[in-house]
């Protein structure tokens, strides 16, 4: 009998004892994560928890004050042209959907290709369009971001993620800026990303997200992860109490 | 004298004059905001000398008369061995004024660029330089368009300071002083230079105002 082919085991993102300090608040305390290849991660918690700083430091918008950050296996480079090149395997989305106000939809989708990956124009445009079709603005993309509402600026922003073929995609609070009729615009692109297998970590507080394509739910206090579980286990039967009375006060509006 | 007489026999030379005030606005100007892109960009990098420097820079120049700094250009400078002709010494004491403003303007130019979008940028991968290059820069230039218009007839009213040392042939100030001491032009003698830095200012105010409609970002 042969020996079976042991495959090495790396996971997508991984904190080891992570803290961070703004002043005297401890803003992430202790954090231990691992995302696998494929996983949907939905982080949850009160306002100032510290999920969204937890996403920021996976690509070092946000820096750390101890522990370890691993990307792939490898740490978090600090800075430089090393830094630049996991951010651009490490898609971001932000709230406030940051698009540049100066390009049109179109030249926001190319400029990571372009410049970072060095594609050439021409097969930059092409995918983009394809991104856009995807996420149903194709129709927008000669126009300049304050032409869009908020749901189609957003995912413009997630096709510009996309065009960079991230390995992981981080998402902060993604609907929170979105009027309510547009939230489901967003989700809808979001559900199809994870059910085509996309890694993603995503910080929001839509339960209906997290309970159709989440495989774990955190629940983060105080800048810990204080529970975490899959969704049903989560939002149906939470262990503790922080758990209970934040789903709770999220559930009354 | 009136008008006529003046025009009669000093109007080739108040024309040439409006030409001198032309082109040196026209090189100070463009002196200037190169070198304020240059300090800008000096005042946002990450290297601190650099940014201490300029920043530095931006503080003394933009707090000396231009008349003082054309003295020190003009007289100082020769002490060194260093001499320019009449009308470089007042190019570069109207670049190192107007590109310390200049600078400013760039600055609050920058300043209306959300965080946020630098963030995307950041988190795309683009280097410093790229993010400068087609994030940050084109959005201030497009953005500073009606301040630097007021600092270009700044720029235009800073060369009157030639009139402080005998150039020739005098821009429009110049061939004021010029001509009244030699004639009795009176107030005349200023109207008609006053025209000439009126009719252009409206025409700079102009152009630049149709330019800021076509290239303001839209929020």
């Known amino acids: 009998m042969s020996e ?42 009160p306002s100032g928890s510290g999920k969204s700083t937890l996403i920021r430091t996976a690509n070092r918008l946000e820096t750390i004050d101890a522990g370890e950050i691993l990307i792939e296996g490898l740490p978090l480079p600090e800075e430089g ?28 989708v190319i400029m990571g290709p372009v410049s970072v990956l060095g594609v050439n124009k021409k097969e930059a445009e092409e995918e983009a369009a394809a991104l856009l079709r995807r996420v149903g603005v194709e129709e927008q993309a000669h126009k ?37 009729e547009m939230i489901n615009e967003v989700l809808d692109v979001m559900v199809e990303l994870a059910r085509g297998g996309m890694t993603m970590v995503v910080v929001t507080h839509e339960m209906n997200f997290a309970k159709r394509v989440s495989n774990r739910v955190l629940f983060m206090a105080d800048g810990q992860i204080i529970e975490e579980g899959t969704p049903e286990q989560f939002f149906d039967n939470p262990q503790t109490d922080r758990a209970r009375d934040f789903l709770e006060s999220i559930k009354t509006h | ?85 009449y009308d470089i010494c007042v190019i570069v004491t109207t670049i190192l004024i107007a590109s310390a403003f200049g600078s400013e303007n760039f600055m609050s130019g920058i300043n209306t660029i959300s965080v946020g979008q630098i963030e995307a940028a950041r988190s795309l991968g683009l280097t410093f330089g790229q993010m400068l290059r087609q994030v940050v820069i084109p959005q201030a230039l497009r953005s500073v368009v009606l301040p630097m218009t007021n600092l270009l007839i ?66």
């Open chain 1, 4 to 45: 079976p082919i042991i495959e090495e085991h790396v996971p997508m993102v991984e904190y080891r004892h992570v803290h961070k300090h703004y002043g005297s608040l401890h803003v992430l305390n202790d954090i231990n994560l691992t995302v696998e290849p494929g996983e949907v991660i939905v982080v949850i918690g």
């Open chain 1, 81 to 108: 042209k090393q830094l630049a090149r996991v951010r651009a395997e490490v898609g971001m989305v932000f709230q406030s959907f940051n698009l540049f106000a100066h390009k049109t939809v179109l030249d926001n």
């Open chain 1, 144 to 180: 300049v971001p304050a032409q869009l509402s908020g749901g189609q600026q957003q995912r413009v922003a997630i096709a510009r993620s996309l065009a960079m073929h991230p390995k992981v995609m981080l998402f902060d609070e993604p609907t929170s800026a979105l009027d309510p």
């Open chain 2, 1 to 85: 004298m009136g008008i006529e007489e003046l025009l009669g026999q000093y109007g080739d030379m108040y024309g040439t004059a409006l030409l001198t005030t032309w082109w040196m606005t026209i090189v100070s100007y463009a002196g200037a905001m190169a070198l304020a892109l240059v300090l800008t960009i000096m005042r946002v990098c990450p290297i601190r000398p650099l940014r201490m420097f300029a920043d530095f820079f931006v503080q003394v120049f933009r707090n000396i008369p231009g008349i003082s700094l054309l003295i020190i250009t003009v007289y100082a400078l020769p002490k060194l061995d260093v001499i320019f002709p």
């Open chain 2, 154 to 219: 700044a720029v235009m009213l800073t060369t009157a300071i030639a009139s402080q040392v005998p150039m020739k042939p005098p821009e429009l100030t110049g061939l004021v002083s010029y001509i009244n001491t030699r004639s009795t032009g009176g107030i005349t003698t200023f109207l008609i230079s006053a025209l000439c830095y009126v009719g252009t200012a409206v025409f700079i105010g102009y152009v630049g105002n149709k330019l800021d409609k076509k290239v303001r970002i839209l929020r």
